[in-house]
């Protein structure tokens, strides 16, 4: 943890605009995955296994197995490219990206969620999105590097 980058708001701010763009891209491409996995399950008859092919898959399950193997790369690619910028990947499923920032002297993580136009919440290291708490003009004041 000592490693990581601790961020003000206006930093994690300033990166909003690209994190709005990555992180929608990522939820659209987790939608895209998801239908593909369920078009594979249609068409091979069972959730598959695995997207390796097999003697057994005809030419369009082999073609979307191929497809959706790309679309996972791109999808894992598109998370490391937020992490690249700082952000701790919390769900996924809806966009949650933490940044580690102070509060006095205490670590935080300060929460931003796919939707959300600028920095309004944080929380204590231990706890989770359902603990968030608004970042107040108080606790912007006491908000250090």
Request: charged letters at 30%; one cysteine or more.
């Given at each position: 943890?000592?490693?990581?980058?601790?961020?003000?708001?206006?930093?994690?701010?300033?990166?909003?605009?690209?994190?709005?763009?990555?992180?929608?891209?990522?939820?659209?491409?987790?939608?895209?995955?998801?239908?593909?996995?369920?078009?594979?399950?249609?068409?091979?008859?069972?959730?598959?296994?695995?997207?390796?092919?097999?003697?057994?898959?005809?030419?369009?399950?082999?073609?979307?197995?191929?497809?959706?193997?790309?679309?996972?790369?791109?999808?894992?690619?598109?998370?490391?490219?937020?992490?690249?910028?700082?952000?701790?990947?919390?769900?996924?499923?809806?966009?949650?990206?933490?940044?580690?920032?102070?509060?006095?002297?205490k670590l935080v993580w300060l929460c931003w969620r796919y939707g959300e136009d600028?920095?309004?919440?944080?929380?204590?290291?231990?706890?989770?999105?359902?603990?968030?708490?608004?970042?107040?003009?108080?606790?912007?004041?006491?908000?250090?590097?």
């Amino acid at each position: 943890m000592s490693t990581q980058r601790v961020f003000t708001i206006s930093e994690v701010n300033a990166l909003i605009p690209a994190l709005s763009s990555l992180v929608g891209d990522q939820l659209r491409e987790q939608s895209d995955i998801e239908h593909g996995l369920a078009e594979l399950t249609r068409l091979s008859g069972s959730s598959p296994d695995s997207l390796e092919a097999t003697a057994d898959d005809r030419k369009d399950v082999l073609k979307l197995k191929r497809e959706l193997k790309k679309r996972i790369q791109r999808y894992e690619a598109g998370w490391a490219r937020v992490q690249s910028l700082g952000g701790v990947i919390k769900d996924p499923q809806i966009g949650l990206v933490d940044f580690y920032g102070r509060v006095g002297e205490k670590l935080v993580w300060l929460c931003w969620r796919y939707g959300e136009d600028s920095l309004g919440y944080y929380h204590d290291l231990e706890s989770g999105y359902p603990s968030r708490r608004p970042l107040t003009a108080e606790v912007r004041r006491h908000l250090l590097n």
